[in-house]
C-alpha cells in the first residue's frame, strides 16, 4: 500500500503511543524508510509533545498542592475563629454569672470594663488569626 504523508501524520499518534496495529506499525515504518527526514520531524515532536505532556503532569501537581494548602489555610483560620468566639461567648457567659444585676454595687461598677476587656480579647484574637496566615 502506497500511503501520503497526511495518512502517515494521521496515524503518527497511535505509532508513537503504541497502540497501532503491527499491520499499521509496519506502514509507518516502511513511509520512514523512504523518507528519512519526515521521521526525524516525526520523532522530534513526539518528544516534544512526550516533554509538553510531563510538564502538564508536573503543573498539575503543582496546582493540586497549593489548593491542598489553601484549603488547610481556611481550614486553621476557620479552627482559630470559632475558638475565639467561643472564648468571648465563654468570657460573656462569666462575666454573665459573675457580675449579673443581682450583685452589690461594687461589681456592677466593674462590669463594663470587663465587657470591654473581653471585646478587646476578641478583637486581638480576630486579628491575629487574620494577619498571622492561619
Avoid at 99 to 120: H, Q, W
Amino acid at each position: 500500500m502506497n500511503a501520503t504523508r497526511d495518512v502517515i501524520t494521521d496515524l503518527l499518534p497511535l505509532y508513537f503511543s503504541g497502540e497501532a496495529s503491527a499491520d499499521t506499525r509496519a506502514i509507518v515504518e516502511e513511509y520512514f524508510r523512504t523518507d528519512p527526514e519526515f521521521e526525524r520531524m516525526a520523532r522530534r515532536m513526539a518528544e516534544s509533545m512526550t516533554v509538553f505532556k510531563a510538564t502538564l503532569a508536573d503543573d498539575d501537581a503543582l496546582e493540586e498542592r497549593s489548593l491542598m494548602r489553601a484549603r488547610s489555610q481556611v481550614r486553621a483560620r476557620n479552627i482559630s475563629l470559632g475558638a475565639a468566639i467561643s472564648g468571648l461567648v465563654g468570657c460573656m457567659a462569666v462575666v454573665f454569672l459573675v457580675f449579673g444585676p443581682a450583685r452589690n454595687n461594687v461589681l456592677a461598677m466593674s462590669y463594663p470594663l470587663v465587657v470591654l476587656g473581653c471585646v478587646a480579647v476578641f478583637a486581638v484574637l480576630a486579628l491575629v488569626t487574620r494577619y498571622s496566615g492561619l
